[in-house]
């Protein structure tokens, strides 16, 4: 798990603006909602962990990152909305209306999750593997990863597109994020992204942005990825506490799929990540990742992989943490 920190500082004038956004988005959610019809589709999903340190505590250790709970509706074809309630945190997650005016013209305001890389815009529960990039898992510490926000989204010929202003931290500035996606030919998909971040209340300037592909075809799955950004001077991470004020990274992992029977299939995986902290006298973090998903149906999955980690410098990890381990992960949608 990538250890992130970062000092944030908001004056008083600027907590009372973000609680008054929060108020708006909330009385816009309730007005938009026709008073005459509400039947949520109620539906979620459940992952559950166990994961054994080689060399470590003999038991290992069990453990439910997710328990969310999702309503969403849709009013007709132009509106809807969604809420995700998190069982395990005991809190609100993300919510949203939906306001359509046309195929290549959406609008949503609440809550949202940012149109940022294609890693944290699909996870969970699309993902190969139970472990996260390195650089990935910056998203959401960089800047708040789901926000409170307006943004705008829509298809154009082969073009979809996703623009979001968040409110950011609690200051004059706001948070700009954008995913803009090519599909080339049927199953593949070219993708790029920017995350531009004010934070604290001077407004430092970070960013997160980057390219990454997706091709599904004959039984594959392919996705890649190369991200790259800039941090401010007060951003820290790791058990060092190093100041990566510029970074990159990419990963590259793919699954192959064999169907079992009707509703049963097998689908081997490999990925292999790399961080990169632009830091004197520390080293790359390197993954290379294994493993075997059973896929019954399109409710449940079975994730089995071996991550082994390469941090000889301490950039995310103690070195408790660096040892190898096996997860077995369940997910169950609903």
């Not at 004056?11 to 973000?18: C, D, E, L, R, W």
């Not at 926000?147 to 010929?157: A, F, K």
Request: proline share 4%; with cysteine; net charge positive.
């Amino acid at each position: 798990m990538l250890i992130c920190a970062e000092a944030r500082v908001a004056s008083a004038h600027s907590k009372m603006g973000g609680t008054m956004k929060k108020f708006l988005m909330f009385t816009l959610f309730l007005l938009i909602i026709p008073a005459k019809r509400i039947s949520a589709k109620v539906s979620g999903f459940v992952i559950s962990n166990y994961e054994y340190t080689i060399d470590g505590p003999k038991t290992g250790k069990f453990y439910m990152p997710f328990v969310w709970l999702i309503f969403s509706d849709n009013f007709d074809e132009q509106f809807g909305f969604n809420v995700w309630y998190d069982f395990q945190n005991s809190g609100f997650l993300m919510g949203w209306v939906d306001i359509k005016l046309a195929n290549y013209f959406n609008v949503s305001a609440g809550k949202l999750v940012a149109p940022s890389n294609q890693e944290w815009y699909t996870y969970p529960p699309d993902q190969l593997t139970p472990f996260f990039s390195e650089v990935s898992g910056l998203v959401g510490v960089l800047g708040k990863g789901m926000d409170y926000g307006l943004g705008i989204s829509g298809n154009v010929s082969k073009i979809t597109y996703n623009l979001a202003v968040l409110q950011g931290d609690d200051n004059d500035y706001k948070d700009f994020c954008g995913r803009i996606t090519l599909n080339l030919f049927d199953g593949f998909y070219l993708s790029g992204h920017t995350y531009q971040i004010r934070a604290y209340a001077s407004g430092e300037k970070r960013a997160f942005s980057g390219i990454d592909i997706n091709y599904t075809g004959f039984n594959f799955d392919l996705r890649a990825e190369y991200d790259f950004g800039m941090a401010d001077t007060l951003f820290t991470m790791g058990p060092n506490n190093i100041n990566p004020q510029k970074f990159n990274g990419y990963y590259v992992m793919i699954g192959y799929s064999k169907q079992i029977s009707s509703k049963i299939s097998l689908q081997p995986v490999v990925k292999y990540s790399v961080f990169e902290p632009k830091v004197s006298g520390f080293s790359p973090v390197k993954n290379l990742i294994g493993g075997l998903n059973l896929i019954v149906g399109n409710k449940l999955k079975v994730m089995i992989a071996y991550r082994n980690i390469s941090d000889d410098s301490s950039v995310c990890y103690t070195d408790a943490q660096k040892k190898g381990s096996v997860v077995v992960r369940t997910q169950l949608s609903f």
